[in-house]
Every structure is written in C-alpha cells, then in structure tokens.
C-alpha cells in the first residue's frame, strides 16, 4: 500500500503544472484527470456581501447600509464584534462539508473589496482577509469543493446600486484610481493562490454596469477594464480560469470581442426570466462562435418548479450552472434555510423606519439589551448545525 501511494505521488508531482488545475479545451472545462468537467454549483451569498433582503429588509439594501442599522442600534464598538463574529460563523467547514453532500461541486465566493483594502487613502491590503479564505480553501481542498472568487463589489463600484455597496453609479469605469485598487486586489489573489489547484479561478466583476445608465458611453470600457485586470493576473497566475462577465446585470455579451487570453471563461446571469434556451441563445452564439466554455453565475430566486426547468435547459446545452445562494433565513428558495429569530421584526421595523434625523433615530430604536439578544440569536442559528436543507430545492436542482 505505502508502494502504491508513493507511485500515486511520484505521477502527480511529474505532471505538467498545468495539468493539475482545473482547465479548458473548446467548451469544455476540463478536470485535472483531463475529463470533461461539468460544474455544478451554489453561491455564498449574504456572507461577505450581506444583503438587504436576506434579512428581510427592504430600503436597507446595502453592505454599508445594514452596517449603519446596526451601529444606530448597538453602536460602533458591539457592531464591530458582530460582524467579527458574523464573518466567522456564517460560512463555516460545516457548510462545506453540507455543499458536498448535497452534491455541489464548487462554490462561488462573493467579496466585498472594502474587506480587502481601504476606499481611499492607503492601497495596503487587509491580511484578516485572506486569513479567512485561507481557512476556506483548507475546507474546500479536504471536501474536493472547487472555488471561484468572486469580486461582487469594487472600488468606486462596478454596478451602481446596493448590489455592489457603490454610491449609486459606477465610478469604477471613469477612476483610474478606483481601477488601480481593484487590479491591485486581483493581483493580490493571483501572489497568493497561484498554485492552488482547487481554485478555478477569479470572476473580476459582479453584474458590471446596470441598465439605469449610459451603456453607449460604459459598455466600450469593460472589455478594456477586463483585459488590464486580466494582464495583472497572469503576471504572477498563469493557471487559473479568468470569468467575464457581460455587461448590464452580467447579460450582454456584445462589448466582447474575440476572445484575448487562452484561459477564459464567459458568464451570465438570469433571474426571472422564462427558463427556456431562448434566454440564453445569444450566449451559446458566443460559446459555438469563439469555441468557449459559459458558466451561468447566478440564478435562482424563484419556484422550484422554474428552478428545474432552467437547470434541464442549460445541463441540455452544456452550460454549467452556479444557483444563487446557498443559504437564507426562513426560506424555500435556497438549498439551506435557518430560522429567523424570535423578534426579529424588531430589527426590520427600525431599519425601514425613518432614521433621517437623531430624533427618529433616538425614538424608534428598540431597547439595545433585546437587540443584542436577538443578533446573538442569528449568529446562533445561522450556523451550519442550525441549518435546513429545502429539499425540494435541492431535488429542483437534479441533485
């Protein structure tokens, strides 16, 4: 036996460097073993991004936003240890450990740049971070859950709403400051994950550009913003995938021209929409027209009966998928669900509650010591041995 697994080792180590990461040929991804890999998936939404409606708000949308509710409600020195604690409970091995045994075989990883590096000022980067990836793929690499980091938020914003935590346009595109702080984070990644093969590789911008401004004016600078980021990349990173995704909410295609790096992937994303292979023909034009492999990012949202439908058809075109997200409070549309805590409404009628003034401030805020409880009760049931599988979710998704 020991004979044989120094063999197994001597033949991993003898391969080609390439060969042990993830890759593609034509459409296809291609596993280390150098068969076809068709990626099956779920994001970790609400974790590094938390989102508004995720804890059932709805005008507090926004990162920045939930963060200044919870400040008005426990102030800065609780809130900070909230989210500390927050960080390191929502997304744990347990919940790995859960994504393989539901049968997923990667995650996407949504972050938001500001845990990464400061806005303005210094570009010095943020080691906690990286701490926390670290320990990430640790769990990944003992689970055999392969990743795609995810930039969901970008310097001076990408998309120009509570999406990316931006201030209400994408600056990203006009700032060559803004643009050299998000090059030197990919970069970043790059230094640091290099060599390791359970990553698949880095999606450089969330949903880029929304519909609300001029895409005459923003399209023409994707592409470009892309293949800088990209350049950067490979200086230090030559083995892993690189995802683009199309402009207007991650659905347009038409910036792109042929493809420029070898190892790219295009991704899309599409939420009610019908779930037939019209939504997608455009992009499988693309696919058949550069010989790329596509990667649907995002989805979800929806009935379970939608959900399979949309799965057949993409699995029926060789599209691998990425269902949005993995995990939600007290909801049917998501692979996992927790309980909301008692008196969580609490919470929401002060975060939609008119807050322009220290007055309304000072008047609407519920006692700070039952606030406490009740945020001390999420981080309690949000954590993986709390959590649900929705099961008909899951059998949605041909798991």
């Known amino acids: 036996m020991k004979t044989l697994l120094t063999l197994l080792a001597f033949l991993l180590l003898s391969l080609p460097l390439s060969a042990q990461f993830v890759s593609v040929k034509g459409k296809n991804y291609i596993s280390p073993d150098g068969k076809v890999l068709f990626l099956k998936g779920t994001n970790l939404g609400n974790w590094l991004v938390p989102e508004g409606y995720m804890f059932k708000f709805k005008n507090t949308s926004s ?25 390191k409970v929502y997304t744990t091995e347990g919940d790995i450990q859960q994504i393989k045994k539901l049968g997923f075989n990667h995650i996407r990883v949504p972050f938001n740049f500001r845990l990464v590096m400061n806005e303005t000022g210094s570009k010095a980067i943020k080691p ?11 769990w990944c690499e003992k689970a055999g859950i392969y990743v795609v980091f995810d930039m969901h938020c970008a310097p001076g914003g990408q998309t120009g709403d509570n999406i990316d935590d931006s201030f209400g346009f994408p600056w990203l595109f006009d700032s060559p400051d803004m643009q050299d702080r998000a090059i030197l984070i990919w970069t970043e990644f790059a230094k640091r994950y290099h060599d ?18 001029n895409a005459d004016t923003l399209n023409p600078k994707l592409e470009p913003l892309y293949k800088k980021m990209t350049a950067a990349v490979r200086e230090f990173d030559k083995n892993h995938l690189i995802f683009l995704g199309g402009a207007q909410w991650d659905s347009n295609f038409k910036p792109f021209g042929k493809p420029f790096d070898d190892k790219l992937v295009y991704t899309f994303h599409k939420y009610w929409t019908a779930p037939d292979v019209s939504v997608i023909q455009d992009y499988l034009d693309f696919s058949e027209k550069y010989q790329v492999p596509l990667w649907m990012g995002e989805s979800g949202e929806n009935k379970n009966e939608w959900i399979a439908t949309f799965t057949k058809t993409l699995e029926d075109n060789n599209v691998s998928w990425c269902y949005w997200p993995y995990k939600k409070m007290d909801a049917e549309s998501s692979p ?29 805020r519920p006692d700070q010591k039952k606030v406490r409880e009740i945020l ?22 041909g798991l």
Request: glycine letters at 2%; aromatic letters at 14%.
């Open 336 to 364: 996992m669900t927790f309980k909301k805590p008692a008196d969580w409404d609490l919470v929401v009628n002060f975060a939609e509650s008119d807050r322009s003034s220290y007055e309304n401030i000072r008047k609407n």
């Open 63 to 87: 990162p920045r936003m939930i963060s200044q509710v919870l400040t008005e409600l426990i102030g800065p020195e609780e809130a900070d240890k909230f989210w500390t604690e927050y960080y």
């Open 196 to 213: 390791r093969t359970i990553v698949i590789g880095y999606d450089l911008l969330n949903e880029p550009i929304a519909h609300y401004f």
């Open 128 to 138: 906690e971070f990286f701490l926390l990836m670290d320990n990430l793929l640790t």
């Open 376 to 397: 001390k009760e999420l981080l309690e049931n949000c954590k993986a041995e709390n959590a649900t599988v929705n099961q008909g979710y899951v059998k949605a998704l």
